[in-house]
């Protein structure tokens, strides 16, 4: 262990609560080449039992401490070839713990343009600043009349030159600059205004064309509609501190002034030095502080916004899956018809056709009469009908053909097809329907992702799912490697059927990738299933190191070797077969016996490789092999009649389910075409800080019609069992999840409009 790896486990451990030798062990074996879902099971004796959302925080500060370093290495090569490096220069460098407070450091160093405090000095006029700067008995004017030259012609050119290598050592103190900074951040207000002419073209930003608010509380949704406002030259953004101070010095200029003992009110020497000071920070240190700031606020937004996307990612994707069973899915469409695609139990397509119900065919009862056949000739019992255009009608005539039908009947369940479209056109559609027409595809889509969300939703781009605030206006590459961190943690923690599993599925286990889960198939369609694991082993290019990451995830139910059908993985078998042996019993009869196996004394199994934690997760997984960790199937029933938003009436009490959970609330499909709007405020009869404590996409929940804008298409909705009595003081909001502040000075605090949406909250959560 390098002195550098120990100083970043040591930063690292603090920031994920753990200790320094636990973040160590994670990062050799992350180094190693060690996924974090394998870590995270299969060695829990190394790293003390650290979980996935610790070792995915880890592996991205890893990632940032790391790039620090190296930056840390550059600016000190830089320094100590222009020969300026002293041991306090060097030290101050090595102490820093951002890249911002390095960069600061670095700034009077850095290689730069040839600024006019350069050219100041190269005419002389060095000395002139540093004896008015350290000396307040001079006079400015008397001394700069012995600076004078060709060059410097006039006492005004000389002071002049004097006061632009001043602001430049003003602006280059790293000290000054991070005290500014963090004024700045505590004190500072954003403020937004409409631009000229834009009103009409820009209406989605209303409720910021007169706005403004702390830049240390702005939400990440409103920070991330105001900066597209900007993009979109709809918005001005400005950043002003100390704005309502009226005394003669603000608190920024005496920041500097005091870092160089400069009197407001002292000599003629302090008094042109203030004029210094006033105009370094207005030409200089506040414009650049300003774009930090905007920067910072950037990325702050950034980071919340992928963080609410990858939760709600990771929702969608551990839904509860309805399971094995035929299914007819159903992609509605008005003009060009209802495709229609028929499934069996593991996803083999049986039939498709596309049907037309609605104008200009108009052809309901030889629809009807087809969807009958299909679902009596294939035995149907789950119809997956998309919840894009057309669904409801869909959905009636649905319900109108299931009435005639004799029990069993099927269940009819709406499904979200986000993304389907694009898995339809995509290379992976293609070549696993070669024969079958672009438009079916998506029917065959949405019938599979109610039998098992997790494996047909691997095959879309995650940004294309449809659970994103802002996802466009956010850095694609961090954004990218967030969702894939989901993905796979996701495909991880439930497993899959090695014999049955896709390309795309496949390669999102640990250890394998595009190129092996590829090779995994290819190796199946020849051969056959697999027996066993150890026949992994087989697969061109798949060594002993990707065979150790990816055996333990990968379950062969029916093998010869029961313990392939479970989450042991087949290092500890040994272990297991301990285990077993100890009860008496044969493998196979032991699975799924929880008394006996809880009778047994887990430290007995204990080795010098495998510990407690080990031993206690084989016997979990012998009481219940290859369980499942996701959630029982259930589905939302939309109320008969409920067709659209003009068939809401408040007070109404509906059944939905959450398909999106956003920082001040969740969306709620009611079945009207329309997802409403639980504010945060709403979701519970008691204080709520994050929407998440209390639902999570996929959820179907109990909602209560509070209002209605049919001519903005919006609905409020409230989950409180008071039915949406005021929140309580502390959580108050206006339409954005802005909490008003008392105004200052008498001003007016936001030109926000009162009511249950505002036009910038909408476009907050607009799905892309």
Not at 401 to 406: E, I, R, S
Not at 619 to 624: H, N, R, S, V
């Given at each position: 262990m390098t002195a550098t790896t120990a100083r970043i486990a040591r930063?690292?451990?603090?920031?994920?609560?753990?200790?320094p030798e636990q973040a160590n062990a994670a990062i050799e074996l992350l180094d190693g080449g060690a996924t974090v879902p394998f870590v995270a099971r299969y060695r829990k004796e190394v790293t003390g039992g650290l979980d996935d959302t610790q070792l995915r925080l880890l592996d991205e500060r890893l990632i940032y401490l790391r790039e620090l370093d190296a930056r840390r290495d550059t600016i000190i090569e830089s320094i100590r070839s222009q020969g300026k490096l002293t041991d306090e220069l060097e030290t101050k460098i090595l102490g820093s713990a951002t890249k911002a407070e390095l960069e600061d450091i670095y700034l009077p160093y850095k290689p730069k343009r040839r600024t006019r405090a350069e050219i100041a000095r190269e005419r002389g006029l060095g000395p002139l600043a540093e004896t008015i700067l350290a000396d307040r008995r001079t006079v400015p004017s008397e001394l700069a009349q012995t600076f004078l030259s060709a060059d410097v012609p006039d006492v005004k050119t000389a002071l002049d030159g004097a006061r632009d290598i001043l602001v430049e050592t003003f602006s280059e103190n790293a000290d000054l600059v991070g005290r500014l900074r963090n004024h700045m951040k505590d004190k500072a207000v954003l403020r937004a205004k409409v631009a000229d002419g834009k009103q009409e073209a820009g209406a989605k930003f209303s409720d910021y064309f007169n706005h403004f608010e702390r830049w240390a509380t702005i939400p990440s949704h409103r920070a991330l509609a105001m900066l597209r406002g900007r993009n979109e030259d709809v918005l001005s953004l400005d950043i002003e501190v100390d704005a309502d101070d009226t005394s003669p010095v603000k608190p920024v200029e005496r920041m500097i002034a005091g870092a160089y003992a400069i009197s407001p009110s002292g000599t003629a020497a302090d008094s042109w030095l203030m004029d210094v000071v006033r105009w370094a920070w207005r030409a200089r240190l506040s414009l650049n502080l300003s774009i930090d700031l905007m920067t910072q606020m950037r990325e702050k937004a950034e980071e919340e916004a992928i963080h609410v996307f990858a939760r709600n990612l990771k929702d969608l994707l551990l839904a509860a899956p309805a399971g094995s069973r035929a299914t007819m899915g159903l992609d509605p469409g008005i003009r060009t018809g209802v495709k229609v695609a028929v499934i069996d139990g593991t996803g083999k397509v049986l039939d498709t056709t596309t049907v037309y119900p609605f104008p200009p065919r108009n052809d309901l009862r030889g629809t009807q009469a087809e969807l009958a056949r299909l679902a009596g000739k294939h035995k149907i019992e789950l119809i997956a009908i998309g919840n894009g255009t057309g669904s409801r009608e869909t959905?009636?005539?649905?319900?109108?053909?299931?009435?005639?039908?004799?029990?069993?009947?099927?269940?009819?369940?709406?499904?979200?097809?986000?993304g389907a479209s694009v898995y339809s056109a995509s290379a992976t559609a293609a070549a696993e329907f070669p024969d079958l027409d672009v438009s079916l595809r998506g029917a065959v889509s949405i019938a599979r992702r109610l039998q098992d969300p997790l494996a047909e939703l691997v095959k879309i781009e995650p940004k294309s799912i449809g659970v994103g605030q802002y996802q466009h206006d956010v850095d694609q590459y961090r954004l990218a490697r967030s969702l894939d961190g989901v993905v796979e943690d996701a495909v991880n923690a439930v497993g899959v059927d090695l014999n049955t599993a896709s390309a795309p599925l496949l390669a999102r286990i640990s250890g394998l990738g595009t190129s092996l889960a590829e090779a995994v198939v290819a190796y199946r369609n020849d051969v056959g299933p697999f027996k066993t694991r150890r026949d992994l082993l087989k697969v061109a290019r798949l060594g002993p190191r990707a065979f150790e990451q990816c055996a333990g995830f990968l379950r062969i139910p029916d093998g010869s070797e029961p313990l392939d059908a479970s989450a042991v993985h087949p290092e500890a078998y040994g272990v297991a077969k301990k285990i077993v042996s100890a009860c008496g019993r044969d493998v196979r009869s032991l699975m799924n016996d929880s008394a006996a196996l809880k009778a047994l004394d887990p430290r007995l199994f204990v080795d010098e490789r495998f510990g407690l934690p080990t031993v206690r997760d084989i016997?979990?997984?012998?009481?219940?092999p290859g369980r499942d960790p996701r959630p029982q199937f259930k589905t939302a029933a939309f109320a008969d009649g409920i067709d659209n938003i003009k068939d809401l009436k408040p007070g109404m009490v509906l059944e939905g389910t959450v398909t999106?959970?956003?920082?001040?609330?969740?969306?709620?499909?009611?079945?009207?075409?329309?997802?409403?709007?639980?504010?945060?405020?709403?979701?519970?009869?008691?204080?709520?800080k994050d929407a998440h404590e209390v639902v999570k996409a996929g959820d179907v929940v109990k909602v209560r019609v509070v209002d209605i804008d049919v001519k903005r298409n919006r609905i409020s909705l409230t989950m409180r069992k008071d039915g949406g009595a005021p929140a309580p003081r502390e959580q108050r909001a206006d339409s954005t999840g802005f909490k008003p502040k008392p105004a200052a000075q008498g001003k007016p605090q936001t030109s926000t409009t009162q009511g249950a949406f505002g036009a910038a909250l909408a476009d907050a959560l607009r799905k892309k």
């Open positions: 930063i690292i451990a603090t920031e994920i609560n753990a200790r959905e009636r005539l649905v319900a109108d053909m299931l009435a005639d039908m004799p029990a069993p009947k099927p269940l009819k369940v709406i499904v979200s097809e986000a016997i979990a997984e012998l009481e219940k999106n959970v956003a920082a001040f609330g969740a969306f709620v499909d009611i079945g009207v075409h329309q997802d409403g709007l639980v504010h945060l405020s709403q979701l519970a009869d008691r204080f709520v």
